[in-house]
């Protein structure tokens, strides 16, 4: 098949899904991978091509990755992308059009394009998918969109834009509903699991498996603490310094990922042992760790259950709050309010979490991810959705690749 995966331009919309792209290239399917110059290394080391295009998204253009926590504007930031982005696709594949596109939960020129070519489209959600009730049990968000005058205005912007596309679709459900998805976050971190439809979300946990662009990470000679708050809230030097005088006590390895807002020299002289970097590859760090530090991020939250390291959850924006929340209902880790971190709080959540029960389920909960399948079931999915008639097929290649779930 000719696949083309569009991805919003940010590390949290891209890293998700590279495990899947690899997996397709690694069956024979030429794809091709929209993303704007920032991300053409990444996925190109998936063997896909990348398709390069221009991008109004924060960190795309020079500077760092700093997105607004006003969720109208965040949103807004991704409508804008859409309308920015669409022509440029239009322009590139209208004489070589797709078998099937791939959309990550802001690739919206993807779903676009395939109502326009009768293209079938799956989805590749990298966070926590609709369930029925969603709207009943979300009331502040509904009346965020339709009773906030800028919410009115970003709905009454993003129909007119749909409208001038030929897309009959209200743009909740344009963006809210999908035709197929694949889900790739742990079924744990997904609020109300048990009412999101089976028929359209199929969860294979996090796609760790195959992310050639991760170096590998020496083995410490202590335990190890991996302090990374993503890409976007990061700029905050005082946080860094607690983490760094909380765990550089000479019992620990400690590594600080900065997500690239400031350099590492603006901490300060460090303690014995601690180190602060840029950027890490994250994924490495985490198979040596024994605790980790993180925002709750989704694919955070996701590479840290994978990796089965109990965390300190400190969420920012967005839906972190819910991760965080869901990570702590589990016994998986602890919250800290980002307004109460201290040297003393951070230290009593590490001393909470080190405990053999939490290490325990820890470990069950990477097991669990394990068994979803991964990226070679999102792989079945996506050809079985592009061409029913391959289902044997899949349940061959899924076997090959050692799942044994129900496709």
């Known amino acids: 098949m000719h696949i083309v995966m569009v991805a919003a331009g940010a590390h949290g919309h891209v890293n998700p899904n590279l495990p899947v792209i690899t997996e397709l290239v690694a069956r024979g399917h030429r794809v091709q991978y929209a993303v704007p110059e920032p991300?053409?290394?990444?996925?190109?080391?998936?063997?896909?091509?990348?398709?390069?295009?221009?991008?109004?998204?924060?960190?795309?253009?020079?500077?760092?990755?700093?997105?607004?926590?006003?969720?109208?504007?965040?949103?807004?930031?991704?409508?804008?992308?859409?309308?920015?982005?669409?022509?440029?696709?239009?322009a590139a594949l209208d004489d070589d059009r797709p078998d099937l596109f791939l959309a990550d939960i802001g690739g919206y020129p993807a779903r676009v394009l395939a109502l326009r070519w009768s293209v079938p489209l799956v989805q590749l959600s990298p966070a926590m998918v609709a369930w029925e009730g969603y709207e009943a049990d979300n009331p502040e968000v509904v009346a965020m969109l339709h009773d906030d005058p800028?919410?009115?205005?970003?709905?009454?912007?993003?129909?007119?834009?749909?409208?001038?596309?030929?897309?009959?679709?209200?743009?909740?459900?344009?963006?809210?509903?999908?035709?197929?998805?694949?889900?790739?976050?742990?079924?744990?971190?997904?609020?109300?699991?048990?009412?999101?439809?089976?028929?359209?979300?199929?969860?294979?946990?996090?796609?760790?498996?195959?992310?050639?662009?991760?170096?590998?990470?020496?083995?410490?000679?202590?335990?190890?603490?991996?302090?990374?708050?993503?890409?976007?809230?990061?700029?905050?030097?005082?946080?860094?310094?607690?983490?760094?005088?909380?765990?550089?006590?000479?019992?620990?390895?400690?590594?600080?990922?900065?997500?690239?807002?400031?350099?590492?020299?603006?901490?300060?002289?460090?303690?014995?042992?601690?180190?602060?970097?840029?950027?890490?590859?994250?994924?490495?760090?985490?198979?040596?760790?024994?605790?980790?530090?993180?925002?709750?991020?989704?694919?955070?939250?996701?590479?840290?259950?994978?990796?089965?390291?109990?965390m300190i959850a400190i969420p920012r924006a967005v839906d972190q709050f819910s991760n965080a929340a869901l990570l702590a209902a589990a016994g998986l880790g602890v919250v800290v309010d980002s307004d109460d971190v201290t040297i003393d709080a951070l230290r009593r959540a590490a001393a909470a979490l080190d405990d053999d029960e939490v290490r325990r389920r820890c470990a069950v909960a990477a097991e669990e991810l394990r068994a979803a399948g991964g990226a070679a079931h999102a792989a079945d999915v996506i050809e079985e959705v592009a061409s029913p008639g391959q289902q044997r097929s899949a349940e061959r290649s899924a076997r090959r690749n050692g799942h044994r779930g129900p496709l």
């Open 39 to 90: 991300f053409v290394e990444a996925a190109a080391s998936t063997g896909a091509t990348p398709l390069v295009t221009t991008s109004v998204l924060p960190g795309t253009r020079g500077g760092p990755e700093r997105w607004p926590v006003d969720p109208i504007e965040g949103m807004a930031f991704f409508l804008d992308e859409a309308m920015h982005v669409t022509p440029q696709l239009v």
């Open 150 to 310: 800028r919410g009115v205005a970003y709905l009454r912007r993003f129909a007119d834009w749909l409208a001038a596309q030929g897309v009959d679709l209200d743009p909740e459900t344009f963006t809210g509903r999908p035709p197929r998805s694949v889900v790739l976050i742990p079924r744990a971190l997904q609020p109300h699991a048990a009412r999101v439809d089976p028929d359209v979300y199929t969860f294979v946990g996090p796609c760790l498996d195959a992310r050639p662009h991760q170096a590998g990470w020496p083995e410490p000679d202590r335990p190890l603490v991996l302090v990374s708050m993503g890409s976007a809230y990061t700029a905050d030097p005082g946080f860094y310094r607690a983490c760094a005088e909380a765990f550089g006590d000479g019992t620990r390895r400690v590594v600080i990922a900065l997500g690239g807002h400031f350099d590492p020299a603006d901490l300060g002289e460090l303690p014995d042992g601690v180190e602060a970097h840029p950027w890490v590859p994250q994924l490495a760090v985490l198979r040596r760790a024994s605790l980790f530090v993180t925002h709750a991020g989704m694919g955070s939250c996701s590479e840290g259950l994978a990796n089965g390291v109990p």
